[in-house]
């Protein structure tokens, strides 16, 4: 089945991860890539204690991430692999550009930011980047859940898409 | 527990007004729960709110829905550094209700005694043709 969602979400492992798509996917397991989650065994617990026993929850940086994504993608099970911030996809995408699209569910509010959608906020350094993906060939859409529609990147950045 | 907020309820979405929305109108003691929804904030900012009110109104009790939760995550971190405050996750009606009616307990006890209460109110009623 191998991952089936590439998402960018600044809450990492919560609700909308664990059941709105971890149910219609029927996840089986959630890699979640991040340099400071990776690094601390309490971070590690604490994202773990809320996830259902039979999905198994995958902590690496990105450079583990790249080392581990072929063995990912060969799972039989449905995958979910996740990065707090959009410099961290940057940089997996960076070393595993067989990765061709990004979600983007949950970019909140702070200071330099602006409203793009109502789960998505970036600053222009940001925008940039997400511009820069594409250009490299990655498709970025936002959703945050299921049943949402999939905005594509342009639409986002004009921030018009729930005006 | 005095009239005072003594506890937060977290939720995602409008459940935690809605909840403390039926204590009121079922026992008039709503002003013992502040609710807050997570709708719109980031994990720095959900540990933020919570950590605020913590701080501001003294609570001891920390009440939300989901255990794999943002709410949930924020507020083991705030644990972290408030040690003295206790955590509940699967927030029900009588959960919140079992706790505020046991005044008498200090707060962590009337959780613990709450979430006893809160199980065992979780039944399943089969159908049944009405007797005569």
């Known amino acids: 089945m191998a991952i089936e969602l590439y998402r960018i979400d600044d809450r990492l492992i919560h609700g909308q991860v664990v059941v709105g798509w971890g149910q219609p996917l029927n996840l089986g397991f959630i890699a979640l890539v991040d340099d400071e989650v990776a690094g601390s065994e309490w971070e590690q617990e604490l994202y773990r204690m809320g996830v259902p026993p039979e999905m198994d929850v995958y902590f690496a940086t990105p450079e583990d991430a790249n080392r581990q994504l072929e063995q990912w993608n ?14 961290t996809m940057r940089r997996l995408i960076g070393l595993s550009p067989s990765i061709r699209t990004v979600n983007l569910g949950g970019i909140h509010h702070r200071a330099g930011r602006t409203l793009k959608l109502r789960y998505v906020y970036l600053s222009p350094q940001e925008e940039e980047a997400l511009r820069a993906l594409e ?5 970025v859409t936002a959703q945050d859940v299921p049943s949402a529609r999939a905005v594509p990147l342009e639409d986002v950045l004009r921030g018009e898409a729930e005006r | 527990m005095s009239d005072a907020p003594v506890a937060i309820v977290a939720a995602h979405g409008d459940l935690a007004f809605g909840f403390v929305s039926a204590v009121e109108q079922i026992t008039g003691r709503g002003e013992l729960f502040l609710p807050m929804s997570n709708a719109g904030l980031g994990a720095s900012d959900i540990e933020k709110a919570i950590l605020e009110l913590v701080d501001s109104r003294k609570i001891r009790v920390i009440f939300t829905d989901l255990p794999a939760g943002s709410c949930t995550i924020a507020a083991r971190r705030v644990l972290v550094a ?3 405050v206790v955590l509940v996750t699967g927030a029900s009606l009588p959960l919140l209700l079992d706790f505020m009616s ?17 199980v065992r109110s979780l039944t399943t009623v089969p159908g049944a043709a009405r007797g005569h």
């Open chain 2, 82 to 84: 408030r040690p003295h």
């Open chain 2, 102 to 118: 046991h005044e008498e307990l200090e707060p962590a006890q009337a959780a613990t005694h709450a979430v006893d209460r809160a």
């Open chain 1, 135 to 139: 250009r490299g060939g990655v498709t």
């Open chain 1, 74 to 87: 060969a799972d039989q099970r449905p995958g979910i692999l996740l990065t707090g911030d959009i410099d």
